[in-house]
């Protein structure tokens, strides 16, 4: 017995497309020179979860992002890395302590995680029925 189509609610799961690789949230990452603790272990292994909408927020009432604008990657890298090396429990002082490079190496992880998805929806071609998929977001920089 065939199954009718089936529409999908706002707010509900929509069925996964075939193929479509299961949404990433976390993404390990090795820092170019690494976290030298107090006690002298160095770290440089790490995770970094996706960033939610509370992650981007919360900081901007952090009173040391107030008083410093640059200090919104601190706070924000220290919500969103999950573990350096043995340390589970990463925060805004860690961050502070890392060398430039790995900061740096750490704000261009975040961006590419967080600011490179994608807009695809899967369409068909009237005439013969192929189906693929359309990125909706437009051609790439540079591209025409």
């Known amino acids: 017995m065939a199954m009718a ?11 996964a497309s075939a193929g479509e690789p299961p949404l990433r949230t976390e993404f390990a990452f090795r820092l170019p020179r690494g976290y030298l603790d107090e006690s002298g272990t160095l770290h440089r292994d790490g995770i970094m979860r996706l960033a ?37 429990d990463v925060h805004a002082g860690i961050v ?16 590419r995680v967080n600011s490179e998805g994608h807009a695809r929806a899967a369409v068909a ?8 998929d359309v990125d909706l977001s437009g051609s790439r920089l ?3």
């Open 5 to 15: 189509p089936r529409s999908i609610s706002a707010g509900e799961p929509s069925p």
């Open 52 to 88: 939610t909408a509370r992650d981007e927020l919360v900081p901007l009432r952090d009173d040391r992002v107030r008083e410093n604008a640059a200090y919104l990657t601190v706070v924000l890298l220290g919500r969103v890395i999950t573990r350096l090396g043995g340390i589970t």
């Open 96 to 111: 502070e302590d890392l060398f430039a490079t790995d900061l740096a190496f750490l704000q261009d992880l975040y961006r």
């Open 125 to 132: 071609c009237p005439d013969c029925g192929h189906k693929f």
């Open 142 to 144: 540079g591209e025409s």
